[in-house]
């Protein structure tokens, strides 16, 4: 009698130990991941993360202010004239928005707010990169020559930047026969020489 005790509770034991295994195997298996997310887990990881305001879902048709000219003259801290000569760098900021940083060479300073800027060179912040562009305010080109309106701002981490002024508001092209081309036609000018134009500064 005492061996076929002995025997059942060997049984048990033996499948005891054998459930656990196979639970065990079962809930590892069914927690590992593979390494490659599947399309569906990457959408619902996005949108969770939009949900919480960890990413932006960029558009890259965003709208700039309408700005008459005396308040793009109003609201700049500097107005300039000259000719981009390099991209610095290009770079996210608040999380996926893009910027570029322009070297510009400046041959005339117009109105600045520092008395003391003689800088022969500015770095100018657009909104946009070579691959993402915002509707009608395509990059400054390089080799190009500009009027630019620009106003000073600080990002994320505190640093101070030049900005356009309302976009591609604060955009006039410029070449050497003195006429001053805006890059939107949001103004109506009758003279679009750069001295009839600089004649609307009443700073």
Do not use: C, W
């Not at 025997?7 to 927690?31: A, H, M, P, R």
């Not at 520092?114 to 400054?140: A, K, R, W, Y």
């Amino acid at each position: 009698m005492g061996k076929k005790y002995l025997g059942i509770t060997s049984l048990i034991i033996l499948f005891t130990i054998l459930f656990v295994y196979i639970q065990l195997d079962f809930n590892t298996t069914k927690t590992s991941k593979p390494e490659e997310l599947t399309a569906e887990e990457k959408i619902t990881q996005l949108n969770d993360k939009v949900a919480r305001g960890e990413e932006i879902v960029l558009d890259s048709s965003a709208i700039f202010p309408f700005l008459e000219l005396n308040q793009l003259f109003d609201q700049s801290d500097i107005i300039v004239s000259g000719k981009i000569v390099d991209i610095e760098k290009e770079y996210m900021e608040y999380v996926d928005i893009p910027f570029t940083d322009f070297q510009f060479e400046v041959d005339k300073f117009f109105y600045s707010d520092n008395i003391s800027l003689n800088d022969s060179s500015l770095v100018i912040t657009q909104d946009g990169n070579t691959d993402i562009e915002f509707e009608e305010h395509d990059l400054l080109e390089v080799g190009k020559k500009y009027i630019l309106f620009l106003e000073r701002a600080h990002n994320d981490e505190g640093e101070e930047k030049l900005i356009l002024v309302g976009g591609p508001s604060g955009v006039f092209y410029n070449d050497d026969s003195g006429i001053a081309i805006p890059r939107v036609d949001f103004f109506d000018l009758k003279d679009n020489t750069v001295e009839v134009l600089m004649s609307n500064l009443s700073k």
